[in-house]
């Protein structure tokens, strides 16, 4: 990529959501570097010799299950100093013969690039998912439960929390906790 700004949401769908496996295959040579890994909270790939073939047998799983892939970058944000790139991304993937209507689910993916030649390329993915987003990417009707759950602990956090300081524990002494008003 000479500008990866603003050519990474067409590269995004190259690799997960082309029309062959013959294009898929050389998105990936063709924009990441051949020891590039990948980290999802599902699986992971090494960076290391052979490293971008696994990657892409893990894309191409990825497309046996769903067939149809629905892929959007929402905003992208390059840190040309760390030259990375962060994705907000949002995809509707359904596993083949699920009974399940798909659901949208929401990521971060960051992506670490290298230059080579004055053109970036993919050494580094890591996927990151809310719970209920990963939960909407499997099995979608389990994300409201899982959202249930997570506002559940949220409340019950809070609770904990005024019980511990009935308690004494982590008081505030009756300031704002920001700076000491005392005079000096």
Request: hydrophobic content about 40%.
């Amino acid at each position: 990529m000479q500008h990866p700004s603003s050519e990474v949401g067409a590269v995004v769908s190259l690799l997960t959501a082309a029309a062959a496996p013959e294009i898929q295959k050389a998105a990936f040579h063709r924009y990441l570097t051949a020891d590039a890994g990948f980290r999802h909270p599902l699986c992971k790939v090494a960076p290391g010799p052979g490293s971008r073939e696994r990657l892409l047998g893990i894309y191409q799983w990825y497309r046996i299950l769903s067939p149809h892939i629905d892929i959007s970058v929402k905003s992208v944000a390059h840190d040309t100093t760390a030259n990375m790139l962060l994705l907000d991304v949002v995809q509707i993937f359904h596993i083949r013969l699920s009974p399940f209507k798909p659901a949208p689910s929401r990521l971060l993916v960051r992506l670490t690039l290298r230059e080579e030649n004055g053109l970036h390329y993919i050494a580094f993915q890591e996927d990151f998912y809310h719970p209920d987003d990963l939960m909407s990417l499997i099995v979608p009707p389990l994300a409201p439960v899982i959202r249930a759950g997570l506002a559940l602990t949220g409340t019950a956090s809070d609770v904990y929390a005024k019980i511990g300081q009935l308690l004494g524990f982590w008081t505030t002494g009756g300031g704002d906790g920001l700076y000491d008003k005392r005079s000096t």
